[in-house]
């Protein structure tokens, strides 16, 4: 068995997008070697700033032999009428090199032929790679490239060397002017000879580490995270920050961590100021006490050693100073202002062209916030929670918006209420994050995303593949999430049409796409939480208007799909609905006095049993018992099915029962359409 490794070396490539283009880069090569027949035992993917890289074991020498029929010509012409072979099929085997016996005859859609089966030897696959790796490499996608080369070949940087070897031997390919080689990079900075001779793919690893890069990121990461644990001063502990951690694996080549501080006074600044100013400016870790309290420290990732790191580390306490310098200033000038007094300046600052600035977003925000709840502190957290938009720290740090707002707010004085609902109204960012940790918070975040989305929607502003300016998915899904934390059953519908109600902009059909959209990213949600699609696709098939109420829907069904007695009830409802979907009733409400068989009755009384009890449990939310009571007519509804045929030629005996089918149907489709969910044989 052989190995193959290929490395792809340009100029740095942004950090954020070397783990996907390493795993683009795996992903074209496995498709290559699916179309080609060519097994494998193992791949493994490496990626550091400077190159991506893929290690193939377990290769063979050849491709499979396989078997292709060749079709000739049709057996009417092929045979005379006593069977023996024409000149057109003795033909036919010269042709293929065969004894016209050793042809067979295939049946096909147009008939019968005379076909020859022919093996075909494998081609050897380290000629197959060298022919599909250009193909490989064009294929890749970056959302940013630029031309690199006199053939307008667009990368995302420009490509610079390539290292290709089956087992010890160069694979020899060209792209773009480049020719495969053995010859790798160094640290561009550490390594005593920019290039690096690898003599085999097993060597590959080791060689660059003696010339500075680690080029496994699973490396990297471990030797961060130990450095960053020793060098955490004593009596201290790292905050916790991944991705951070993440971002600086492949930042660097090989990472050293260095530990620094900074003076005491500037703790009096808030610390969400102070690990911003670390985190997004200088990628700094922040170091915290036992209580979570910031310490006058600071870890940093370097792509150095680790030697000779004082003159380096006073550089950053340097930087770091100067900046803490500008937070200290900011922090004092803008609390000379109330937020307030900065409303009216919201003004100046534009939210969007047709939709006005942030002093009109603010007061459509603040209406849909008083149909929401009529709550004071609500109200007065929605017409000040844009006002530090207007502050020099947000203008220096956006990453900051509504933070520092919540922090103005508590410094001035006003009530924990108000200024933790601007402090979180901007939360949840990413899916995973926390949601607003009050109701205030909760609405005030609400009232804002459906603003945005509804104003964006009404212009036709739509996320549309990789394009999405205004962050709609995300509002989206936090909106969604905040509805879940919240386990409110506010509609959707009814939010939506509250927010259209403050855009004039917003023709009739925005909040029907808004509410589409809405419910898509639930769905994405609910996919996330793990819920199997079938479920979905019965729980939404019974509509999604409240959010908390359609998750809990798909919990209970979840539980109970797998139950035997639940499992042959969804066979029976398919059943029922199929029936409804071609024939529909008339009749206003059932008539038991028509009733003909007993198993009509039966299946009548037991749905007027389960009819109460089941709207008692719904009322309460309690799915669980809903379903488990609706399960329980699985005997009757097989009974009925059994004795009775529901489209008699009789019209009023026909209508009756299918007017008894749509009350039970309806009485099922407040929870879920249970004929979507797939049976599990």
């Known amino acids: 068995m052989n190995k193959f490794l290929f490395e792809l070396g340009t100029e740095e490539i942004p950090a954020d997008l070397i783990a996907a283009g390493a795993n683009q880069l795996a992903a074209g090569l496995?498709?290559?070697?699916?179309?080609?027949?060519?097994?494998?035992?193992?791949?493994?993917?490496?990626?550091?700033?400077?190159?991506?890289?893929l290690l193939l074991e377990g290769l063979p020498d050849h491709q499979p032999e396989r078997e292709e029929t060749i079709q000739g010509p049709p057996s009417s012409v092929a045979f005379d009428a006593k069977g023996e072979p024409t000149a057109a099929a003795l033909g036919f085997a010269r042709k293929m090199g065969l004894e016209w016996d050793a042809l067979e005859v295939v049946d096909t859609p147009r008939g019968a032929y005379l076909a020859a089966l022919r093996k075909l030897p494998g081609q050897p696959v380290d000629r197959l790679l060298a022919s599909h790796l250009p193909r490989v490499i064009a294929s890749l996608s970056w959302p940013k490239t630029m031309y690199w080369s006199p053939s307008r070949f667009r990368f995302i940087r420009?490509?610079?060397w390539f290292v290709a070897l089956w087992n010890g031997e160069v694979l020899e390919f060209e792209f773009e002017g480049v020719r495969a080689g053995r010859s790798s990079r160094g640290h561009r900075f550490l390594a005593e000879q920019e290039e690096v001779e690898i003599s085999d793919?097993?060597?590959y690893l080791s060689s660059l580490r003696q010339h500075f890069v680690l080029v496994d990121p699973e490396e990297r990461r471990r030797k961060i995270a130990r450095e960053l644990q020793e060098q955490t001063p004593a009596g201290s502990?790292?905050?916790p920050d991944p991705q951070l951690e993440e971002l600086v694996t492949y930042l660097n080549e090989y990472p050293s961590v260095l530990c620094g501080?900074?003076?005491?006074?500037?703790?009096?600044i808030?610390?969400?100021?102070?690990?911003?100013?670390?985190?997004?400016?200088?990628?700094?870790?922040?170091?915290?006490?036992?209580?979570?309290?910031?310490?006058?420290?600071?870890?940093?990732?370097?792509?150095?050693?680790?030697?000779?790191?004082?003159?380096?580390?006073?550089?950053?306490?340097?930087?770091?100073a100067a900046r803490l310098e500008d937070a200290a200033f900011f922090w004092e000038s803008d609390s000379r202002k109330t937020l307030e007094e900065r409303v009216q300046s919201l003004s100046q600052v534009t939210f969007q062209q047709e939709l006005g600035s942030y002093l009109d977003k603010t007061q459509r925000v603040s209406t849909i916030c008083s149909r929401l709840q009529d709550d004071p502190n609500l109200l007065e957290a929605a017409r000040l929670c844009k006002a530090d938009l207007t502050t020099d720290m947000v203008f220096e740090m956006p990453e900051l918006q509504g933070v520092m707002g919540g922090l103005y707010a508590r410094q001035q004085g006003l009530p924990e209420e108000v200024w933790k609902a601007i402090y979180e109204h901007y939360q949840p960012v990413a899916l995973e994050d926390p949601c607003p940790s009050t109701r205030t918070g909760a609405l005030l975040s609400l009232a804002d995303r459906l603003d945005t989305l509804v104003g964006c929607f009404s212009l036709g502003i739509q996320?549309?593949?990789?394009s999405d300016p205004f962050a709609l998915r995300r509002q989206a899904q936090g909106a969604i999430r905040i509805l879940l934390d919240q386990q409110s059953n506010l509609s959707l519908s009814d939010l939506v049409q509250l927010a259209a109600q403050g855009l004039p902009q917003a023709d009739e059909g925005t909040p029907s796409q808004v509410l589409d959209f809405l419910q898509g990213r639930l769905q994405f949600i609910l996919q996330e939480q793990g819920f199997a699609y079938d479920v979905l696709n019965a729980v939404f098939a019974a509509g999604a208007d409240r959010v908390y109420q359609t998750q809990q829907r798909a919990r209970a069904l979840s539980e109970i799909r797998e139950e035997a007695d639940f499992e042959a009830l969804a066979v029976a409802f398919k059943r029922i609905r199929n029936i409804l979907t071609k024939e529909e009733g008339s009749l206003a409400e059932v008539e038991p006095a028509s009733f003909q068989e007993p198993a009509e009755g039966a299946l009548h009384d037991a749905y007027l049993s389960v009819a109460p009890e089941?709207?008692?449990?719904?009322?309460?939310?309690?799915?669980?018992?809903?379903?488990?009571?609706?399960?329980?007519?699985r005997g009757v509804v097989d009974r009925f099915f059994d004795e009775v045929m529901v489209l008699t030629e009789d019209e009023r005996l026909r209508q009756n029962r299918l007017r008894m089918l749509e009350d039970i149907a309806a009485l099922f489709l407040r929870i879920a359409d249970i004929s979507e969910i797939v049976r599990s044989d």
Do not use: W
């Open 30 to 53: 496995e498709k290559v070697l699916g179309e080609e027949r060519v097994p494998f035992q193992r791949l493994r993917r490496f990626g550091a700033p400077r190159r991506l890289a």
């Open 158 to 160: 420009p490509l610079r």
């Open 201 to 203: 793919p097993d060597g």
């Open 237 to 239: 502990k790292l905050l």
């Open 261 to 268: 501080r900074f003076e005491e006074r500037f703790l009096e």
């Open 270 to 320: 808030p610390q969400e100021v102070l690990i911003t100013v670390m985190r997004h400016h200088q990628k700094y870790f922040a170091v915290v006490d036992e209580d979570k309290r910031l310490q006058a420290y600071f870890l940093t990732v370097l792509n150095t050693r680790g030697d000779g790191l004082e003159e380096i580390r006073e550089g950053h306490q340097r930087v770091l």
């Open 463 to 466: 996320p549309s593949g990789s």
């Open 614 to 633: 089941v709207a008692s449990q719904l009322q309460k939310g309690d799915f669980d018992s809903a379903l488990r009571r609706l399960a329980s007519l």
